[in-house]
Antibody
Framework: EVQLVQSGAEVKKPGESLKISCKGSGYSFTNYWIGWVRQMPGKGLEWMGIIYPGDSDTRYRPSFQGQVTISADKSISTAYLQWSSLKASDTAMYYC?????????WGQGTLVTVSS | QSVLTQPPSVSAAPGQKVTISCSGSSSNIGNNYVSWYQQLPGTAPKLLIYNNDKRPSGIPDRFSGSKSGTSAALGITGLQTGDEADYYCGTWDSSLSGVVFGGGTKLTVL
């Protein structure tokens, strides 16, 4: 059974850094693209970017380029989404999602709250 | 402002049928497969339809998808209260080089 299990909820202050994770199991982690999707409170889904763990090829939606970093550690089948300096506007639920165009599987979500 | 356009809400009575539309352009729906996702309250999205009209294993045939030109549609028949959710269309956009979604449609089963 394919599973994507994300790290727990985070509460941070503006300016702080953060790295959330998504561990894949039940499939060959290096052979499938895995990406991140943002859902701000009460809003729709926004695709942020994607990585191919096999060779770390990474693509970003232009609006997220430079704002976040997507990475993966194939030795532990885990993908990451990282911020160097959080803003209040980063408050959202973040989902990891397996697939390049078609998203077949979703993680359970990680709620990130940024507040002073 | 979402790249794909969906109605914000639809509603129908139990047992009835509803159709949710999704409109795009040649850079997305017009030249790529469309998927549909169901997001039940407080949960992660789930794949409902892929490649325009295919259902993953376990999805009942009450759910169907179609595509014509730069538009797609999700049909749900025999509505149940458990179908109340937000529904999103999604596809690849060749101009953005990324996945784009509709703004989501909230289904209410009256």
């Amino acid at each position: 059974e394919v599973q994507l299990v994300q790290s727990g909820a985070e509460v941070k202050k503006p300016g702080e850094s953060l790295k959330i994770s998504c561990k894949g199991s039940g499939y060959s982690f290096t052979n499938y693209w895995i990406g991140w999707v943002r859902q701000m409170p009460g809003k729709g889904l926004e695709w942020m970017g994607i990585i191919y763990p096999g060779d770390s090829d990474t693509r970003y939606r232009p609006s997220f380029q430079g704002q976040v970093t997507i990475s993966a550690d194939k030795s532990i089948s885990t993908a990451y989404l990282q911020w160097s300096s959080l803003k209040a506007s980063d408050t959202a639920m973040y989902y990891c999602a397996r697939g390049y165009g078609l998203i077949e599987y979703w993680g359970q979500g990680t709620l990130v709250t940024v507040s002073s | 402002q979402s790249v794909l356009t969906q109605p914000p809400s639809v509603s129908a009575a139990p047992g009835q049928k509803v159709t949710i539309s999704c409109s795009g352009s040649s850079s997305n729906i017009g030249n790529n497969y469309v998927s549909w996702y169901q997001q039940l309250p407080g949960t992660a999205p789930k794949l409902l339809i892929y490649n325009n009209d295919k259902r993953p294993s376990g999805i009942p045939d009450r759910f169907s998808g179609s595509k014509s030109g730069t538009s797609a549609a999700l049909g749900i028949t025999g509505l149940q209260t458990g179908d109340e959710a937000d529904y999103y269309c999604g596809t690849w956009d060749s101009s953005l080089s990324g996945v784009v979604f509709g703004g989501g449609t909230k289904l209410t089963v009256l």
